[in-house]
């Protein structure tokens, strides 16, 4: 099944910049970037012009000939068998991370070549491109792309539910048959979570078995990848990062122990493993936020902070939870459904506002899940596994620093009474639009 990529929407403003610059796709393994741009290609252009620099070395060698993209372009041809045009061709570049001389090649193309579309992506590129080697600063435009979104998901499963929270314009509750139907396919995205693969899988009904198959084979590679790509020292610490996530996330308060990594173990010992599993685009690093004041990114608390996953399929794969769970009220759930509740929300959050969130404490007394810089104000956030809200943090929080906003994300209806914005779950990719709702309201009283 084809899934429509919201991603697609940034393609194409680049496409139509007046100072495009050559494109870097970035974004863990298996998320569909090399899909998505053969696609885009396939949609938009005339031509595609696909090169693969891990299956070709030769390909990679006639980088270190030449730097001039006239001639680089003259090969590139010959390898393709086509003629690249200006405008008519997208060139792809893949596994870009593979041949450093290429990397380097496109602030040649920025400089000299312009009038030629290029994009480029490639699996552990971040690692790779904090390695030292010299890069096009200011010569590439980057585009972030994340696993598939519930939105997307629901636009495949459920067209026309997904057309119906696309055009709503009040917060009115949802009508019943509504939150049934998208609620079913929300239970069915945490199961399968945003690698393309597992979800149209899913969607295609082949089976649970196939399904599970599918996600450990991606765990299963991101192993190798620990073993090929990261420093020898490293490996088994990010591995035991790696397996220690669930365990984490399984604690109350959520928050990063190295003792449950292993037994003695210290910060320096690991922060390598964590920078290089962000590197690679596999999990998110929440850091805790002393003061809720503008930018949050100066008032990060350092030694304080949450891992998560990029994604709820493969963490609730890594944490051997079945399927058949979320149809279930087992009392055994409890705590971890709170923690697989929290990931999916932040998916949502990093997806659709493309900042990563912090969150906020007060002495062991309250927590705020989420801390969203939007504009001139920080958006305390609540989520909630279920219909219960009940609970002091946002009213510790609110006496404290008394926001004009407060969202609470839960498995209650839709609504905006008093300065608080109550968000069912499955509505979380909905959120900038529902924020734009509040803001006409405000301009208008």
């Not at 940034?10 to 910049?17: G, R």
């Not at 005339?46 to 980088?63: I, K, P």
């Not at 730097?67 to 997208?90: C, F, H, S, W």
């Not at 969130?357 to 705020?368: D, F, L, M, V």
Request: with cysteine; proline share 5%.
């Amino acid at each position: 099944m084809e899934l429509t990529r919201s991603v697609f929407e940034d393609f194409l403003k680049w496409k139509n910049s007046a100072d495009r610059k050559p494109l870097i796709v970035e974004g863990a393994r298996q998320i569909g970037k090399t899909w998505a741009m053969k696609r885009f290609g396939e949609l938009y252009y005339r031509h595609t012009a696909y090169f693969n620099f891990e299956s070709s070395e030769d390909l990679g060698r006639e980088f270190e000939k030449t730097k001039d993209p006239r001639r680089i372009l003259d090969v590139l041809q010959l390898y393709a068998n086509q003629e690249i045009v200006p405008g008519d061709t997208l060139v792809i570049f893949d596994e870009i991370q593979q041949c450093n001389k290429a990397l380097n090649s496109l602030k040649y193309f920025c400089e000299t070549a312009p009038e030629y579309h290029i994009m480029a992506a490639g699996s552990l590129l971040g690692v790779s491109l904090s390695k030292g080697d010299s890069f096009p600063v200011g010569k590439v435009q980057f585009l972030p792309m994340h696993p598939l979104t519930f939105r997307e998901f629901l636009l495949a499963d459920n067209p026309s539910a997904c057309r119906y929270l696309d055009a709503l314009e009040s917060f009115d509750p949802l009508p019943e048959f509504i939150v049934t139907r998208v609620g079913e396919s929300f239970r069915r995205f945490q199961v399968c979570g945003g690698m393309p693969a597992v979800a149209s899988a899913l969607l295609e009904g082949r089976g649970m078995n196939e399904i599970e198959g599918l996600l450990n084979d991606i765990l299963s590679s991101y192993l190798l990848d620990f073993a090929r790509h990261a420093p020898g020292k490293d490996i088994p610490r990010i591995t035991d990062l790696w397996h220690s996530i669930p365990s984490q996330l399984a604690k109350e308060n959520r928050k990063f122990l190295y003792k449950v990594v292993k037994e003695g173990a210290r910060a320096r010992e690991y922060e390598d493993g964590l920078l290089w599993l962000q590197q690679a685009g596999l999990i998110h690093k929440i850091f805790c936020s002393s003061t809720p004041s503008l930018p949050l990114t100066a008032y990060d608390d350092l030694s304080a902070f949450k891992i998560y996953l990029c994604d709820v399929g493969l963490l609730r794969s890594l944490a051997k939870l079945p399927p058949d769970i979320f149809w279930t009220d087992n009392v055994l759930y409890k705590e971890f459904k709170g923690a697989l509740t929290e990931n999916i929300i932040l998916q949502s959050l990093v997806a659709n506002f493309r900042v990563l969130p912090r969150y906020w404490t007060s002495n062991g007394t309250a927590e705020i899940d989420f801390l969203l810089q939007e504009g001139l104000n920080v958006i305390p956030i609540e989520v909630k596994a279920s219909v219960n809200t009940s609970g002091k943090s946002l009213s510790v929080y609110a006496k404290h620093f008394s926001p004009p906003l407060s969202i609470i994300f839960s498995m209650q209806n839709l609504r905006y009474e008093k300065g608080v914005l109550h968000v069912p779950l499955f509505l979380s990719d909905w959120t900038p639009q529902l924020l734009s709702m509040i803001s006409k309201i405000s301009s208008n009283e």
